[in-house]
T-cell receptor, first 114, second 111 residues
Framework: AQSVSQHNHHVILSEAASLELGCNYS??????LFWYVQYPGQHLQLLLK??????LVKGIKGFEAEFIKSKFSFNLRKPSVQWSDTAEYFC????????????FGAGTILRVKS | DGGITQSPKYLFRKEGQNVTLSCEQN?????MYWYRQDPGQGLRLIYY???????QKGDIAEGYSVSREKKESFPLTVTSAQKNPTAFYLC??????????FGPGTRLTVT
């Protein structure tokens, strides 16, 4: 069975600090990878996705993530966070053999201090 | 305005009562999903449907039931058999490519 691990449940940063949120998955086959974000009181929305091609993917609001197949990782990064990035971030994975089912990590709550 | 609607936003029920949560999409997606979100546990899949009149159990289907009579609609019933029903419930839909779009959620409180 697939599983997804997010290393930190809570992260607190000051504005302008750099962000890296870890995500590892356990599945050896072909995967699609996603980062979703849930801002306070808002819908879960897609930040970025990786299906194939360039392993460095860029998403909305200055976020990017790098797929490292050998490490089964898909870490999320942002060079300089803003107070408005305060949210919960979820890594998710699906594999072709499992259809469109997504497996989510437990989430990381990011709080950015102004 | 395309998207996924869930109603109501907040729902309160007494223990022992069944309750049905609504999910409608106008994105013309074939697949629809129900998740439960609990603090510190991420989203866990309850049921999913890849086509009308067909659905499969997810990881935590016990105590829940669904139907998929129309492409646009995928209602979830939380039955009295669900031991810990108080949670935030999210509905999603997707195209063949697997990118899922989420509704605003329903917060169910059972007392």
């Amino acid at each position: 069975a697939q599983s997804v691990s997010q290393h930190n449940h809570h992260v607190i940063l000051s504005e302008a600090a750099s962000l890296e949120l870890g995500c590892n998955y356990s599945y050896g086959g072909t995967v699609n990878l996603f980062w979703y974000v849930q801002y306070p009181g808002q819908h879960l929305q897609l930040l970025l996705k990786y299906f194939s091609g360039d392993p460095l993917v860029k998403g909305i609001k200055g976020f990017e993530a790098e797929f490292i197949k050998s490490k089964f990782s898909f870490n999320l990064r942002k060079p300089s966070v803003q107070w408005s990035d305060t949210a919960e971030y979820f890594c998710a994975v699906n594999a072709k053999e499992y259809g469109n089912k997504l497996v989510f990590g437990a989430g990381t709550i990011l709080r950015v201090k102004s | 305005d395309g998207g996924i609607t869930q109603s109501p936003k907040y729902l309160f029920r007494k223990e022992g009562q069944n309750v049905t949560l609504s999910c409608e999409q106008n994105l013309n997606h074939d697949a629809m999903y129900w998740y439960r979100q609990d603090p510190g546990q991420g989203l866990r899949l309850i049921y999913y449907s890849q086509i009308v009149n067909d659905f499969q159990k997810g990881d935590i289907a016990e105590g829940y039931s669904v139907s998929r009579e129309k492409k646009e609609s995928f209602p979830l019933t939380v039955t009295s058999a669900q031991k810990n029903p108080t949670a935030f419930y999210l509905c999603a839909s997707s195209s063949i490519l697997g990118e899922q779009y989420f509704g605003p959620g329903t917060r169910l409180t059972v007392t």
